[in-house]
């Protein structure tokens, strides 16, 4: 999904997994549709940021997504608006630059964090003459999921990556001086296991909703994904593609269809990870089934069968 290489801070899912967010360092957020046809099209500009969008989110129902700036100002936009759209309200509060926003689980109360630790909170139920926000006091649990470190563009800027999995099983490490490393934590034993060799300076790292997918970014530009499900996830290893620059934030969809990465030179690089769905699709698009020639081809030696039951065969 092309951002005119801007360099991109912050992506996100819509829950549905039809929307990819990307906030990017030219004040822009940017909506790209992930079921049309092309890349380029459906592609929405969010503009009215006076700073870097540093953090996305949408809302649970996926109708409104919320960004954050280097400008203090959280904004709600209606995420459905074709073409360039202005937001539907802003929220004032920090003094700083937001660095995650988030919904907490009663769908109404807004939760910002801030580069300098603080969370606001805003309930956006409340008459907007009405809409005080709160401060969170420090002995206050912060909410789930809230960013509270700066992006990091550079290798040499970052601290150790610490992600848990919605499950609890899991704790993934990236550490700063290169490297990845997993823990089961039901296991009697929990000793680490090397997922990442440091040479791959692995910079990002996150996990699909239902604890199945680890994806782990590196400063190299590298995707790598990893089943948890196996005897030994550390070998499961899959190169999902080379985005040729360093990857600065990894998203999941809600429904674990997608993953996606947003880069340092800008592009926003999603994949689609349920291959009944990829068949689906596919078999709307096609005409017809390999024919036996071309099974060879790009098969090779497994025996021939057809893809799409209910089209023809290709010879």
Same mark, same amino acid.
């Given at each position: 999904f092309p951002t005119d290489r801007e360099p991109v801070?912050?992506? !996100?899912?819509?829950?549905?997994?039809?929307?990819?967010? /990307? =906030?990017?360092?030219? +004040?822009?957020?940017?909506?790209?549709?992930?079921?049309? %046809?092309?890349s380029t099209q459906s592609v929405n500009l969010l503009l009215g940021h006076g700073g870097a969008v540093t953090a996305v989110a949408f809302t649970p129902d996926g109708r409104q997504l919320l960004t954050g700036s280097r400008d203090g100002t959280v904004r709600i936009w209606n995420a459905g608006e074709r073409g360039p759209a202005p937001p539907k309200q802003a929220l004032l509060g920090h003094s700083g630059p937001v660095t995650g926003v988030s919904f907490l689980p009663d769908t109404r109360t807004l939760a910002a964090a801030g580069q300098d630790g603080s969370v606001i909170l805003w309930d956006l139920l409340a008459p907007a003459s009405n809409r005080a926000a709160r401060r969170l006091a420090p002995g206050e649990p912060r909410p789930p999921g809230l960013d509270v470190a700066a992006a990091r563009p $550079?290798? /040499?800027?970052?601290?150790?990556? $610490?992600?848990?999995?919605?499950? =609890?099983?899991?704790? !993934?490490?990236?550490?700063?001086?290169?490297?990845? $490393?997993?823990?089961?934590? %039901? !296991?009697?034993?929990?000793?680490?296991? @090397?997922?990442?060799?440091? @040479? $791959? /300076?692995?910079?990002?790292? =996150? +996990?699909?909703?239902?604890?199945?997918?680890?994806? /782990?970014? *590196? +400063?190299? =530009? *590298?995707?790598?994904l990893f089943d948890l499900t196996v005897p030994e996830p550390s070998a499961s290893g899959v190169l999902l593609g080379a985005c040729y620059s360093p990857i600065q934030c990894v998203a999941f969809s809600a429904d674990g269809k997608w993953v996606a990465v947003g880069t340092a030179d800008g592009p926003v690089w999603a994949w689609h990870l349920k291959a009944s769905d990829l068949v689906a699709q596919a078999s709307e698009l096609a005409i017809r089934n390999l024919s036996h020639a071309e099974w060879r081809q790009h098969v090779g030696d497994e025996p021939y069968r057809r893809t799409f039951p209910n089209l023809p065969d290709g010879d």
């Amino acid at each position: 999904f092309p951002t005119d290489r801007e360099p991109v801070l912050t992506v !996100a899912m819509s829950p549905d997994g039809n929307w990819l967010a /990307a =906030g990017c360092t030219d +004040f822009s957020a940017r909506l790209f549709r992930t079921t049309a %046809r092309k890349s380029t099209q459906s592609v929405n500009l969010l503009l009215g940021h006076g700073g870097a969008v540093t953090a996305v989110a949408f809302t649970p129902d996926g109708r409104q997504l919320l960004t954050g700036s280097r400008d203090g100002t959280v904004r709600i936009w209606n995420a459905g608006e074709r073409g360039p759209a202005p937001p539907k309200q802003a929220l004032l509060g920090h003094s700083g630059p937001v660095t995650g926003v988030s919904f907490l689980p009663d769908t109404r109360t807004l939760a910002a964090a801030g580069q300098d630790g603080s969370v606001i909170l805003w309930d956006l139920l409340a008459p907007a003459s009405n809409r005080a926000a709160r401060r969170l006091a420090p002995g206050e649990p912060r909410p789930p999921g809230l960013d509270v470190a700066a992006a990091r563009p $550079r290798l /040499a800027d970052r601290a150790d990556v $610490r992600v848990t999995s919605p499950d =609890g099983r899991w704790l !993934a490490l990236a550490e700063a001086s290169g490297g990845a $490393r997993l823990w089961d934590l %039901r !296991a009697k034993a929990q000793t680490a296991c @090397e997922l990442v060799s440091r @040479e $791959r /300076a692995v910079v990002q790292l =996150g +996990f699909g909703p239902d604890g199945r997918w680890l994806m /782990a970014g *590196t +400063f190299q =530009g *590298t995707a790598l994904l990893f089943d948890l499900t196996v005897p030994e996830p550390s070998a499961s290893g899959v190169l999902l593609g080379a985005c040729y620059s360093p990857i600065q934030c990894v998203a999941f969809s809600a429904d674990g269809k997608w993953v996606a990465v947003g880069t340092a030179d800008g592009p926003v690089w999603a994949w689609h990870l349920k291959a009944s769905d990829l068949v689906a699709q596919a078999s709307e698009l096609a005409i017809r089934n390999l024919s036996h020639a071309e099974w060879r081809q790009h098969v090779g030696d497994e025996p021939y069968r057809r893809t799409f039951p209910n089209l023809p065969d290709g010879d």
